[in-house]
């Protein structure tokens, strides 16, 4: 994210009066119902050029070399930093045996924006590397440009391209900035491209582009929505038939407090469409009389374009995980929207009211800041530890009759448990389709097959059942590399199996406020749902600083055709 360093520590003991929080949450009845929606239409909204016209007359970016700041942090954040840690706990999903051989492959393997990369120049950290894959194409986005890639032999058809660049000619904050935290969909269901980019310096907005076609280099429906409530920082989003969802950690007008989560709603059908009357419903969850219990929510995002989730069920939101140490539950909330009446529409399991049990765990680097040591630097590299990794991968799978599919829920975070390293905790969550959000822990497992740190992953399943997790490594005698681990289906519950390289970094990150990440992105094909694209940083020159690559692979189990 792209912002200003900030007086966050200013808000301490306001946050300690007020954030004070404990188990008490694991205990609720009556999971708490936020009723207080608000709805918006589109500020601004028109159809765009071709993004190849757009891409080839954009200006020179004069964006220069950027320091980022640390994370901003949710109170969570602060309240660990002051609080005793307990030790390691026991971790009842830590994998003790050693994985089964390998079988997902690497089939391409090619650069992506970053240093290397034709044209660009690196001008901020972290890089938030994210990539989705369509029909014949793979866009990766990265601060602050993003390529079109053949997906099948690789190739860039275009790019870098300046990610405001897309909004030339629409006016207004979109087209004047090119803030982070930035985002590349695919939603599978319509084969249309979904690109996002929020606006961080004020007014703020959230800037959506949706194609017109399969074509990522063709026009698109542009629209700007407000963001009235605060700083709607590291945004993420997930695709499901009846929206475009999206997850903000919401920060006053000052940058100096965090005042609450906020989930938002963007009605897809309308903008599939190219339909300006769109509307955009949110709901904040600034705590009321009760604590800022809820932040970091990641939205399931739908991977399965043709067995999708029952009619009428509400969204899976999954997150704070950081409230308690040791932490010991995932915390649900269910999203209704109501596009028609939107006061209708409501958020449930607000102050950590529907809790998942999972196996114990401690944050990594304790709140998520730097703590992981790199070969050739005294520099550490931060975990966000504090927040699940995104993407929240859902997946329906099993026999076309309705009764006998089986609801997948998919995602991962960095912990340390007996070890003192960062460990890859992921999880399969799992809902009856007779109470498709009644989520429970179908198997869960943490990796850590040696003293090596491994973090900022991201996982997704294929249409067989195996699960691909893409990940970075790092030690003090290594250089941060990417790898890669899978399941089969039939594996046994919480095991993956042994570790695969994507690439190995020969340098590591010097300064950048130990910023790594801050997230990766698994992508699966929507095509023949086998295929999964993972994009990942890793550096070339030992104590570099703005001087990051990012890799492209696609990842495939022989079994899955």
Request: aromatic share 10%; charged share 15%; net charge negative.
């Amino acid at each position: 994210m792209k912002k200003p360093v900030t007086g966050a520590a200013l808000c301490l003991v306001s946050l300690l009066a007020t954030c004070a929080v404990s188990s008490a949450q694991d205990h609720a009845v009556q999971p708490s119902v936020l009723k207080n929606a608000t709805a918006n239409q589109a500020t601004r909204f028109d159809i765009s050029p071709p993004l190849r016209e757009l891409a080839a007359n954009q200006k020179e970016s004069a964006f220069g070399y950027h320091l980022a700041p640390p994370p901003m942090p949710t109170k969570a954040a602060f309240l660990n930093a002051h609080r005793a840690q307990p030790g390691f706990v026991q971790d009842s999903a830590l994998q003790s045996i050693t994985g089964q051989p390998l079988l997902p492959t690497v089939g391409l393997n090619v650069l992506g924006v970053g240093v290397g990369f034709p044209g660009y120049t690196v001008p901020d950290a972290p890089p938030d590397t994210n990539a989705a894959v369509g029909d014949t194409q793979v866009v990766e986005w990265v601060n602050v440009s993003y390529a079109v890639f053949n997906k099948t032999t690789g190739a860039a058809e275009t790019g870098p391209i300046a990610g405001n660049a897309l909004w030339a000619g629409f006016g207004g904050q979109c087209q004047n900035q090119n803030s982070g935290d930035i985002i590349a969909q695919f939603d599978k269901a319509a084969h249309r491209w979904v690109l996002f980019q929020p606006v961080f310096s004020a007014p703020f907005k959230s800037c959506f582009a949706i194609s017109t076609t399969a074509d990522a280099l063709g026009t698109y429906y542009r629209y700007e929505f407000p963001q009235n409530a605060g700083f709607p920082d590291y945004p993420k989003l997930g695709i499901m038939p009846n929206a475009y969802f999206q997850a903000n950690n919401m920060f006053n007008f000052q940058l100096t407090a965090y005042i609450g989560a906020q989930p938002c709603a963007y009605e897809r059908v309308k903008m599939l469409a190219g339909d300006p009357s769109a509307k955009q419903v949110c709901i904040f969850d600034n705590g009321g009389s009760k604590p800022l219990f809820d932040d970091s929510m990641l939205p399931a995002d739908l991977d399965s374009p043709t067995s999708l989730p029952p009619a009428g069920a509400d969204e899976v939101f999954l997150g704070s995980i950081d409230n308690v140490i040791p932490e010991h539950n995932v915390y649900q909330y269910l999203f209704h929207v109501d596009f028609t009446t939107p006061s209708n529409s409501t958020l449930t399991g607000v102050g950590g009211t529907m809790p998942i049990p999972v196996s114990s765990f401690t944050l990594a680097c304790g709140n998520g800041g730097g703590c992981l040591r790199q070969k050739g630097t005294s520099d550490s590299l931060a975990t966000l530890g504090d927040r699940l990794m995104y993407r929240l991968a859902y997946r329906s799978t099993g026999s076309a009759a309705v009764a006998v599919r089986t609801q997948s829920w998919l995602v991962n975070h960095a912990i340390v448990s007996g070890n003192s390293q960062a460990e890859e905790r992921w999880y399969e969550f799992r809902a009856p389709l007779g109470h498709p959000t009644d989520l429970t822990v179908f198997q869960q497992g943490t990796y850590a097959p040696d003293a090596t740190n491994r973090w900022m992953g991201s996982l997704a399943m294929d249409k067989v059942g195996n699960i691909i997790m893409g990940y970075s490594t790092t030690s003090s005698s290594t250089y941060p590399a990417i790898n890669f681990t899978g399941r089969l289906k039939s594996d046994p519950l919480g095991q993956m199996q042994s570790e695969g390289l994507i690439f190995n970094g020969t340098g590591s990150q010097a300064d950048t406020a130990n910023r790594w990440g801050d997230y990766s992105s698994m992508s699966v094909d929507p095509n023949d749902g086998c295929t999964m694209w993972y994009a990942q940083e890793y550096y070339t020159v030992p104590g570099s600083t703005f001087a990051w690559s990012t890799r492209l692979a696609s990842l495939k189990f022989p079994n899955c055709n």
